[in-house]
């Protein structure tokens, strides 16, 4: 890690704990403002770093770019989840071509899938059976496809055999199911900081995983 990279590591901190202080008080201005900077300033992190490996790098780079599209998309006041959705889909693609950089043999991912799929099946059938009870059908398609991509990313990060991008994998996976519970299951009170806390500490994973 480079001190430009652990200067900016501080900046993506403080504006990731702005964003949570602003989903906790309903201040969307402040939201509109430390959300995307927190996405923007882990580019700088990525960028900053000194990486084993330039090829990963330039992937986790792309998935970010994706992310912070998807990021604003989802916090504008005009219902853009599908926009959201699709923009995160192309990151975890992105991310999903980084982690197979030099890492995970097909015996290993077969191994790493096993549980992602076990958890992806037991999130998925309430998820969306509440989408068919509650008039969300034609969206069923697209969040099973989502589904499958950020599903294949934790796979491959687990196979990976990095401690930190097999964690932030995780904590994306948390933090997007909380996404669906919240919206089509049953709205939590807790789950909008939930969301926000898991997403950032699992790209702070992905991205410093970078250097381990």
């Not at 430390?34 to 998935?63: E, I, N, Q």
């Not at 969301?195 to 381990?212: D, E, F, K, P, W």
Request: proline share 4%; hydrophobic share 65%; glycine share 8%.
């Amino acid at each position: 890690m480079t001190t430009v990279a652990w200067v900016l590591v501080a900046v993506a901190a403080a504006c990731a704990v702005a964003d949570w202080v602003a989903v906790a008080r309903g201040s969307r201005r402040l939201e509109y403002l430390a959300k995307p900077a927190a996405t923007l300033a882990l580019v700088g992190v990525a960028l900053a770093l000194d990486p084993t490996r330039d090829d990963r790098r330039a992937w986790f780079v792309v998935a970010l770019a994706l992310c912070l599209a998807g990021d604003v998309f989802l916090m504008l006041p005009a219902d853009r989840f599908v926009a959201g959705l699709a923009s995160f889909l192309g990151g975890h693609v992105a991310y999903v071509i980084g982690l197979t950089r030099g890492g995970g043999s097909a015996a290993e991912l077969a191994v790493a899938a096993v549980p992602v799929v076990v958890v992806g099946v037991a999130v998925a059938v309430p998820i969306l059976s509440a989408m068919r009870v509650r008039g969300h059908g034609a969206l069923v398609a697209p969040v099973v496809a989502y589904m499958a991509v950020i599903s294949a990313m934790v796979t491959t990060a687990l196979a990976s055999g990095v401690v930190l991008a097999a964690l932030g994998a995780a904590l994306f996976y948390g933090s997007d199911a909380l996404i669906a519970w919240n919206r089509f299951v049953r709205p939590l009170v807790w789950a909008p900081v939930a969301i926000m806390v898991t997403y950032h500490l699992g790209q702070a994973g992905l991205v410093l995983s970078l250097a381990r």
